[in-house]
DNA sequence: GCCGTTTTCGGCCCGACTGTTTTCAGTCG
């Protein structure tokens, strides 16, 4: 049994121990156990062996017997106790919204019911409806719910979506006269890689006015709430969006409050009760009353130690550095804060290096390095199939287009080539043929950076062991600089990804020097924020990559730093933060040579990308040479040259395509490599 | 069942909204 099974044996006790109408508190404990299990980053089989349970926060004596028992067993007496009390099916009513365990209880005892298909027949029945204490209001709001996964199930967003939805309700809030602040909040303000539910915080000067502004949102299927303090819509994509209001000076704590974790507010909110106080999206109060929904009460007669206006203030009233969003999940946070070992997580401002351009051509692959320039990149590794590099002359065309780049945007550019890894673990180009020894060696000794694929052909499974042989096999080869795709994910149905045995993946890299891609397109993040985790502990080094392309999303570069920080990855253990010569020695390559370009220009048997036409512009006469390099280079870095510009355009409509085609040799009408190969080619 | 700035007992996060049990409990985030 796997961690996830265990769990799920706890979550059930949890939610049947509910229904019966058992201590609350010890069904929320096997509830709690069964998070804390899932949460853990080693298998429990192992944990469990090596005596290593007692030390994990939230097991306790009890818990731990109980692991050693569905370890062995799959279940425990507890557990037969519960089942055999209560039909299994039961559990499931608890997802539907709007029916919590007691209704479940009542529909069952009252009823029989024992499945979401009998809930319903039930409800349509109008059976439902005269069980005591449970009314037609409740009826119909489970006959909403079920209706409407019928129409659309319930889905979750990938992030680029959820901030793209997120930000149209925000700028629809700040629209209004009554907001004074509006922000994302919830999941997607800790980056989570899907989100369920869009939270929006608003400060306002009129909640109510607010409020219904809300629910006036374009596109909302159904309003389920709408009261001064918070509102919640379903829309029509069948995703819930949550508002909640605060005035001015409460924001910073419902800001805190509303970015959650739940978990981590629990954990938040614990720490406050130890010092007697009360946290909550009011602010923080000096604890005078226990019990249920006594806060408002509470208010009147305590003291407010702080509004918390600023989310620092929530942290510092504790006592608590700040903790960013993206470690808000309730799993150790706190207790590191509080020991002084929150990582420095890594910024967007310690990244140098983008380890993944992707680009067939040469003229897309400096219109990207331009913008990586801008983005502060100082050096990027050009990837390319196997199959695109394959001869010779390809490569050799590859490495000079490269220098050149380098030579016009400040950006050095590395060759990297990206072969695939079959399913024994050799390295195979993207037509599946076996790379030989020869031709990796050849390929070796012309690029500076290979990359291993991990991705499996469609439809084919391994098992965890010879998934993982398969990648200690490639890793092995001694050929591979560095390693994507490692999971094989995709969001968001398939978030888990290829079944690895991740550790010693990762202790295979860190010794073999193999950098690890985190890839930042949002269908795929892959490696995922648990295995960033496990790479800082094993010592293997992060690659974050944008992988900008043809469709020119740069932006998804955020994705995978975003990605990295939630698992607590600093800029030591990222590649990307290693300055040039660093990233040069890693690689086990020469040191920077300035020299190197000008040496590599000479080589070239061509007129310096002039054409007889050129001849007509004394720019293009040749003492002017150095000169036109020069202000080539500047204008393609976006500094104006109107003269200049005339000249260009004189060669062709676009008057950057233009430069660049005469610093990179390539002729007059395109500096696409395909085009020109055979009348460039080395003179 | 877990835990300790309340430490081997006694408490367990907080507040809003809603529904139905006319004073509070259930559900949710």
């Known amino acids: 049994m796997d961690n996830a099974a265990v769990a799920a044996v706890f979550a059930e006790m949890g939610d049947l121990l509910a229904i019966v109408g058992g201590d609350a508190h010890r069904a929320r404990a096997f509830r709690n156990t069964a998070r804390v299990v899932e949460g853990l980053r080693a298998p429990l089989k192992d944990m469990a062996l090596l005596g290593q349970l007692t030390s994990v926060p939230g097991l306790g004596a009890g818990s731990i017997e109980r692991i050693h028992q569905i370890l062995q067993t799959g279940t425990c007496p507890e557990h037969q106790r519960l089942i055999a009390r209560l039909p299994r099916g039961l559990q499931a009513l608890l997802q ?35 069980v005591p204490g449970i009314g037609p209001l409740t009826v119909e709001r489970v006959l909403r719910d079920l209706d409407g996964r019928r129409e659309a199930p319930p889905a979750r967003l990938l992030l680029s979506e959820a901030l793209v939805v997120g930000d149209a309700i925000v700028g629809w809030m700040l629209d209004d006269p ?37 629910t006036a949102f374009p596109g909302i299927r159904e309003v389920l709430l709408a009261g001064d303090g918070r509102a919640s819509v379903i829309l029509d994509s069948g995703v819930q969006a949550d508002l909640r209001l605060v005035s001015a000076e409460n924001w910073g704590a419902g800001q805190h409050y509303f970015t959650g974790s739940k978990a981590h507010n629990i954990a938040m909110r614990i720490r406050a009760n130890a010092h007697k106080l009360a946290l909550s999206e009011m602010g923080i109060w000096e604890r005078k009353l226990r019990g249920r929904g006594r806060g408002e009460e509470n208010r009147k007669i305590a003291r407010r130690l702080s509004p918390c206006t600023d989310e620092l203030d929530v942290f510092a009233t504790l006592g608590l550095p700040f903790i960013p969003p993206e470690l808000r999940e309730g799993d150790g946070e706190i207790e590191a804060a509080l020991a002084g070992r929150l990582p420095a997580l890594v910024e967007d401002h310690d990244l140098v290096g983008e380890p993944h351009l992707r680009a067939r051509t040469a003229t897309d692959a400096l219109s990207i390095a331009h913008a990586l320039h801008r983005q502060g990149r100082r050096w990027a590794i050009w990837v390319r199939p196997a199959i695109d590099v394959a001869v010779d002359d390809a490569r050799r065309r590859f490495r000079r287009d490269a220098r050149r780049i380098g030579a016009v945007t400040g950006v050095r550019i ?163 933060a290693l300055p040039l010569a660093h990233l040069l020695a890693h690689l086990r390559l020469p040191p920077p040579d300035p020299l190197a370009d000008d040496d590599e220009a000479g080589d070239d048997d061509d007129n310096g990308g002039t054409s007889d036409d050129d001849a007509d512009d004394p720019l293009f006469l040749p003492h002017r040479r150095l000169e036109l390099m020069t202000r080539l280079s500047a204008f393609l870095r976006g500094e104006p040259d109107p003269e200049l510009q005339g000249v260009l355009l004189k060669r062709g409509d676009n008057a950057l395509l233009s430069a660049f085609a005469i610093l990179s040799g390539l002729g007059d009408n395109s500096a696409d490599d395909s085009a020109d190969d055979s009348a460039d080619d080395e003179g």
């Open 96 to 130: 539907v919204r709007g029916l919590g365990p007691r209704h479940a209880r009542l529909a069952w005892e009252h009823l029989g019911v024992a499945s979401v298909e009998q809930l319903e027949l039930a409800a349509r029945s109008g059976l439902l409806a005269r």
């Open 178 to 214: 009554h907001t004074i602040k509006a922000e994302q909040t919830g999941s997607a303000r800790r980056r989570r890689e899907t989100v369920g539910d869009l939270d929006v915080l608003v400060a306002s000067t009129k909640p109510l006015a607010s409020s219904a502004r809300f």
């Open 414 to 576: 590395l060759c990297g080539v990206e072969v695939a890894i079959d399913l024994e673990g050799a390295l195979v180009d993207g037509a599946g043929v076996t790379l030989s020894a020869q031709v990796l060696a050849a390929m070796g000794a012309d690029v500076d950076v290979v990359i291993g694929d991990a991705t499996l052909p469609d439809g084919v499974v391994l098992d965890r062991i010879s998934a993982t042989a398969r990648l200690l096999s490639a890793i092995g080869s001694g050929r591979l600089h560095g390693l994507s795709r490692v999971r094989g994910r995709r969001l968001p149905h398939r978030p888990a990804g290829v079944d690895v045995d991740l550790r010693t993946v990762l202790l295979a890299c860190a010794r073999q020097r193999v950098f690890v891609e985190v890839s930042g397109e949002p269908d795929r993040l892959d490696l995922d924020a648990p295995g960033c985790r496990l790479a800082t502990e094993t010592g293997a080094l992060l690659a974050l990559s944008a992988r900008p392309a043809d469709d020119g999303l740069l932006g998804r570069g955020r994705f995978a730093l975003w990605q990295a920080r939630r698992g607590w990855v600093t800029a030591a253990a990222t590649l990307n």
